[in-house]
């Protein structure tokens, strides 16, 4: 039998800090994984696009564009704000941006010099 001491007891509240941490970053990894959606992040770190924009940058189908774009929403990756008929996204906070940065970084042979 296991005796529990307030040592053991703080180790297994860090553990349970460090799983919910590990889940939330877990997550925002699965949002990134999907090529077209890191893409579209990519595409919004230059400013703000809507989904038409995204559309003729992306060449392919409104429906696929749209589909990710709430997907991304879903995960609090972008904002929205619609301005009359149009609506613009734009990646909701800037260490997505920090981290899009330095993921292209590691994999430098894909970008032109």
Known sequence: MRLHTPKAGMAD???QKL???AREASDF?????????????CLLTEGEK???????SLGI???????QLARLRL?????SRRDGRMIYYSVAHP???TLLHFLFAMFPGAQDN
């Open 95 to 97: 260490d997505t941006t």
């Open 75 to 79: 995960d609090g990756l972008v904002f």
């Open 50 to 56: 809507t989904v038409g924009q995204l559309e003729e």
């Open 13 to 15: 509240r860090d553990l």
């Open 19 to 21: 799983s919910a941490r």
């Open 61 to 67: 189908q409104q429906a696929m564009v749209s589909q």
């Open 29 to 41: 990894l699965k949002a990134l994984s999907h090529h077209t959606r890191l893409i579209i992040l």
